[in-house]
């Protein structure tokens, strides 16, 4: 009776454990940041967009730079409006706002442009929207990045969106 009785709890023990197991399902996170920048990038219309923001994916930032081993913010918007929507900006992220016609937040298309003054009241930084919240742009820290236009730290210091048309 006693073997019996160990037994017993011995099977559901090791069901339990075994149908635990068996059960768990392992699923990535599709809220994640880098998940929400991959669908931005994933709904481009322009496919030609796509391919150009692969391409320069991880370029590092410089001052000033204008090609592989380095761009700036309003390089990297000039050269892709130029490449992508035949469009001739000014070489600065100030004056390129100054050409810019003015659209809020929630009308902006792909291809638009996105300005912030991190520095004060002037422009210092454009980047380039794609959708769903998300803009291409070469960050001083992190090279060029698709990033979340509706994080806090961008909300702050946007002063300026819209379309060069």
Not at 12 to 18: D, E, F, G, N, P
Not at 117 to 125: A, T
């Amino acid at each position: 009776m006693i073997k019996t009785k160990y037994s017993f709890w011995l099977v559901l023990i090791l069901s339990i454990i075994l149908t635990a197991c068996g059960s768990r399902k392992y699923t990535v996170k599709s809220d994640t940041k880098a998940a929400k920048a991959a669908d931005a990038m994933s709904n481009l219309k322009n496919k030609q967009l796509y391919r150009f923001i692969t391409d320069w994916t991880g370029v590092k930032y410089r001052f000033g730079g204008m090609d592989k081993s380095g761009i700036d913010c309003s390089g990297f918007a000039l050269m892709l409006e130029k490449e992508i929507y035949g469009v001739t900006l000014p070489r600065i992220s100030r004056e390129q706002a100054n050409v810019v016609k003015r659209k809020s937040i929630d009308n902006l298309k792909e291809g638009d442009l996105v300005f912030f003054s991190f520095g004060g009241k002037d422009v210092d930084h454009v980047g380039v929207y794609l959708n769903n919240g998300f803009f291409v742009h070469a960050s001083t820290n992190r090279g060029v990045i698709v990033d979340d236009l509706t994080l806090p730290a961008y909300q702050k210091v946007l002063v300026k969106s819209g379309s060069v048309n």
